[in-house]
């Protein structure tokens, strides 16, 4: 049976960089936004998937909500997770560098050093409280898409030289995909 395409309602449109939301920090997710969350998140999960990415947060579709979405599709199988008001328990000491990018910042990339593994509490969308502890692929994405709530980017962990190259060839890049 073919793949039926994703409602293209579903769809929202994932800000890039230089949007000012995606510097401002996001506040927490309370008992009256609980709606507004199990609204946005299905819509992000299938936003990510088309792009596609493997994490999006709130701020990069302009939401100022405190809740992010993650599934790195382990066995070519979706397993979304939707984290809300995350924060991070616990770091390791020891650091693991891994290329990054972002959907926000489309085509660009540059290793990032980040800890090896965290342990971060959330909720879920029915307001359970519950804890991950990550390593690899997992801690990595988990603390791009937390920063992302804070209002820091990927590039932000980098030199300003290699910030501004990044900053630049994505501002070419844009302008020539708006010529098209």
């Given at each position: 049976m073919p793949d039926t395409p994703p409602d293209?309602?579903?769809?929202?449109?994932?800000?890039?960089?230089?949007?000012?939301?995606l510097r401002a920090k996001c506040r927490p997710v309370g008992p009256g936004d609980a709606d507004q969350v199990r609204?946005?998140?299905?819509?992000?999960?299938?936003?990510?998937?088309?792009?596609?990415?493997?994490?999006?947060?709130?701020?990069?579709v302009g939401s100022a909500l405190r809740?992010?979405?993650?599934?790195?599709?382990?066995?070519?199988?979706?397993?979304?997770?939707?984290?809300?008001?995350?924060?991070?328990?616990?770091?390791?000491?020891?650091?693991?560098?891994?290329?990054?990018?972002?959907?926000s910042l489309p085509g660009q990339y540059a290793d990032v050093t980040r800890p090896a593994r965290v342990k971060l509490r959330f909720q879920d969308?029915?307001?359970?409280?519950?804890?991950?502890?990550?390593?690899?692929?997992?801690?990595?994405?988990?603390q791009h898409e937390l920063d992302h709530l804070d209002g820091v980017l990927f590039i932000d962990h980098l030199t300003p030289l290699k910030r501004n190259m990044i900053l630049r060839r994505l501002a070419k890049d844009l302008k020539a995909k708006a010529r098209e």
């Open positions: 293209a309602d579903l769809l929202l449109p994932i800000l890039l960089v230089p949007d000012p939301r609204a946005l998140a299905p819509r992000m999960l299938e936003s990510m998937y088309r792009a596609p990415g493997i994490g999006l947060a709130a701020p990069q809740f992010m979405v993650v599934d790195l599709q382990p066995e070519e199988k979706p397993d979304p997770m939707v984290l809300v008001n995350p924060e991070i328990l616990a770091a390791s000491a020891e650091t693991a560098v891994r290329e990054e990018g972002c959907l969308l029915t307001g359970a409280r519950r804890e991950v502890e990550a390593e690899g692929l997992l801690a990595t994405c988990l």
